[in-house]
T-cell receptor, first 112, second 114 residues
Framework: KQEVTQIPAALSVPEGENLVLNCSFTDSAIYNLQWFRQDPGKGLTSLLL?????REQTSGRLNASLDKSSGRSTLYIAASQPGDSATYLCAVPSGSARQLTFGSGTQLTVLP | DAGVTQSPTHLIKTRGQHVTLRCSPISGHKSVSWYQQVLGQGPQFIFQ???????GRGNFPDRFSARQFPNYSSELNVNALLLGDSALYLC?????????????FGNGTRLTVT
């Protein structure tokens, strides 16, 4: 059974810092890995999707890496801003359906 | 283009009652999935539908059921509500039934059971 872990559970940084969020998964036979952002009480916004054949994906100040062999992914946020404050979740497909297994998320607070 | 839309946004029900949640996928998306998110946790998979057929079911009791309509919209039904059913219910759509395309989520329906 696939399990996804995100560390740390919460992170608070001053504005302008570069930061790394971590995601680990137990079954390395994944098809892809997706990072999401969730604002309080809201749905999930897809940030990046990394296919299993890729090692990195970039979108603006966000860069996600994937190391299948070690069962890890990182989300790098450059020059953090208060507007980046949210919960960040990673997820991997499980089973044959569009079933994603999620981590519990990292709650990020960027202080002005 | 409109994203995934869900209704209602908030709902308060009493234990034992029944609830129906609705979802309209992104135009052109034929796959709809439902997730339950309890406070402080990641979403848990409930169902996936593609072309009106159930393609996957998570570890939820038979009180939970769903269906997809010819226009690809979907309903999630929960019978005999329990306090533990209080959660944010998320609907997601995708262009394909497999894992090749990203999931796009709606803003969810916040269900409170008292």
């Amino acid at each position: 059974k696939q399990e996804v872990t995100q560390i740390p559970a919460a992170l608070s940084v001053p504005e302008g810092e570069n930061l790394v969020l971590n995601c680990s998964f137990t079954d390395s036979a994944i098809y892809n890995l997706q990072w999401f952002r969730q604002d309080p009480g809201k749905g999930l916004t897809s940030l990046l999707l990394i296919q299993s054949s890729q090692r990195e994906q970039t979108s603006g100040r966000l860069n996600a890496s994937l190391d299948k062999s070690s069962g890890r992914s990182t989300l790098y946020i450059a020059a953090s801003q208060p507007g980046d404050s949210a919960t960040y979740l990673c997820a991997v497909p499980s089973g044959s359906a569009r079933q994603l297994t999620f981590g519990s998320g990292t709650q990020l607070t960027v202080l002005p | 283009d409109a994203g995934v839309t869900q209704s209602p946004t908030h709902l308060i029900k009493t234990r034992g009652q029944h609830v129906t949640l609705r979802c309209s996928p992104i135009s052109g998306h034929k796959s709809v999935s439902w997730y339950q998110q309890v406070l402080g946790q990641g979403p848990q998979f409930i169902f996936q539908y593609y072309e009106k057929e159930e393609r996957g079911r998570g570890n939820f009791p038979d009180r939970f059921s769903a269906r997809q309509f010819p226009n690809y919209s979907s309903e999630l039904n929960v019978n005999a509500l329990l306090l533990g059913d209080s959660a944010l219910y998320l609907c997601a759509s995708s262009a394909t039934s497999d894992n090749g395309s990203p999931l796009h989520f709606g803003n969810g329906t916040r269900l409170t059971v008292t």
